[in-house]
């Protein structure tokens, strides 16, 4: 088992459009390019991702089980095939996978998926996705993901978070855990389509504007 390491979990919030998957999809890349992560793993719920890496997508166990023992820096598991309308069932399992097989490798891995409303409801969380969340330190796992929401996401997985990338966000709702955190509610409801503002929930330090497009 890996030394515990300085964990990031980043939640990345924002409509849609607002521009929270390309986002996702820079930070991963970011990542593995600068060496803060040795491989990917990628929930691909939405079949999109997998494009967007530039690299093809994984769609069942055994192609799963091929690629973990590869060399492959980037994994992307499209779940429509093995788990057909069971995409919670698909992310436990993922989540499941990817924590145990990382415990005996070496490194820091980021997992990543998107529109993880679907997944870990404000209701729901599995013990796998528990597992990897709340103990991935020690196998050396980070998490990245984005949501509609912070409102739409499980209170446990809030409660882990070390940072928040939050795009335009007009919902009171989905509000309300932002300006908890320090965000400014009439900020974030003026925020053009591509940038965002991001907290660091460690350090409380002010908030920086990144633009993602224009």
Avoid: W
């Avoid at 955190?181 to 409380?204: M, N, W, Y």
Wanted: proline share 4%.
């Amino acid at each position: 088992m890996m030394i515990a390491h300085k964990t990031t979990k980043l939640l990345i919030v924002g409509g849609n459009g607002t521009g929270k998957t390309t986002a996702l999809v820079r930070f991963a890349l970011g990542a593995l390019h600068t060496g803060a992560a040795g491989r990917l793993y990628v929930f691909d719920g939405e079949g999109e991702l997998a494009g967007r890496l530039g690299v093809p997508a994984i769609y069942n166990a055994a192609g799963l089980a091929r690629a973990l023992d590869s060399s492959a820096p980037v994994l992307v598991f499209d779940p429509a095939d093995e788990f057909p309308g069971d995409r919670a069932g698909a992310f436990d399992f993922f989540a499941d996978v990817v924590f145990h097989y990382s415990k005996h490798r070496a490194g820091t891995k980021l997992f990543v998926a998107d529109e993880i409303q679907f997944t870990l409801t404000s209701d729901r969380l599995s013990a796998p996705v528990a597992t990897l969340l709340e103990t991935g330190r020690r196998a050396g796992v980070d998490f990245v993901a984005a949501a509609q929401g912070t409102n739409a996401v499980n209170t446990r997985l809030r409660n882990q978070l070390t940072a928040l990338a939050a795009f335009r966000t007009l919902d009171d709702r989905a509000q309300r855990f932002l300006v908890e955190v320090g965000f400014d509610a009439e900020e974030l409801r003026a925020l053009p389509d591509g940038s965002c503002i991001v907290r660091d929930l460690r350090t409380g330090e002010p908030p920086a504007r990144l633009k993602m497009f224009t």
